[in-house]
Nanobody, 122 residues
Framework: QVQPVESGGGSVQAGGSLRLSCAAS????????MGWFRQAPGKEREFVAT????????KYADSVKGRFTISRDNAKNTAYLQMNSLKPEDTAVYYC???????????????WGQGTQVTVSS
């Protein structure tokens, strides 16, 4: 069973950068699509980005396109979310999830991490 564990969250000023990591100890990690979602206080959990297990397909939410980059290193069982030009509206708890299909639909992901807080101040 894949159990994602996020790290790399923190507090930055607007315009700054952070890189989130999502590690999984299960060797089957490389066969899963990995997605990033986020949830701000009082809001629904929303899609951010996803990457197919082959890393040949990625998809982004319009709100982060051009600023965030998702990637993965299957040899390290780790996925990444590089976040640049951060804005206060990016403030949220960021969750990593593993699934079989590279979609933006939460229910298509089977395994979820505990989340990591990202706070962007103006």
């Amino acid at each position: 069973q894949v159990q994602p564990v996020e790290s790399g969250g923190g507090s930055v000023q607007a315009g700054g950068s952070l890189r989130l990591s999502c590690a999984a100890s299960d060797p089957t990690f490389s066969a899963y699509t990995m997605g990033w979602f986020r949830q701000a206080p009082g809001k629904e959990r929303e899609f951010v980005a996803t990457i197919h297990w082959t890393a040949g397909f990625t998809k982004y939410a319009d709100s982060v396109k051009g600023r965030f980059t998702i990637s993965r290193d299957n040899a390290k069982n780790t996925a990444y979310l590089q976040m640049n030009s951060l804005k206060p509206e990016d403030t949220a708890v960021y969750y990593c999830a593993a699934g079989r299909i590279a979609t933006e639909i939460r229910d298509d992901y089977d395994y979820w991490g505990q989340g990591t807080q990202v706070t962007v101040s103006s």
